[in-house]
């Protein structure tokens, strides 16, 4: 799906989304990937649901955000709190939708100027 973000000087708008990828600041990624609402946008290492490990969202919580999003994927499953308690402890706010609501929220947030990171999964 294409997306019509508006697009505010050095930030990282997602101009599209599919099953098979997302495109950012003209660049497609097609594995899972990290788009903090400035700065570098990054592969994420992880190409399954069930290999996620606290590590993954420690690295999303590097970026310093008030709110991370996780993409889940193609549908959305719901990872073990023990994943994210960094985040909990951080006091950063987490949720997690399928990777599609999670483009287009992450959208919507950063048109807002929120200070948002998300994580989206790809699987292979």
Known sequence: MKLHA???EGTNAIARHGKDGVLVNGTQF???????????VTVWP???FDDLSADHFAVL????PELVLFGS???LRF???SLFRLLIERRIGFE???TAAACRTYNVLLAEG???????????
């Open 30 to 40: 097609t594995s899972s990937v990290v788009v903090p609402w400035t700065g570098l």
């Open 73 to 75: 994927g193609a549908r």
């Open 61 to 64: 919580a590097q970026h310093e």
């Open 46 to 48: 992880v190409s399954r």
């Open 79 to 81: 990872p073990p709190t």
């Open 114 to 124: 929120r200070n948002v990171v998300v994580g989206l999964l790809f699987e292979s």
């Open 96 to 98: 997690t939708m399928d």
């Open 6 to 8: 508006e697009r505010i």
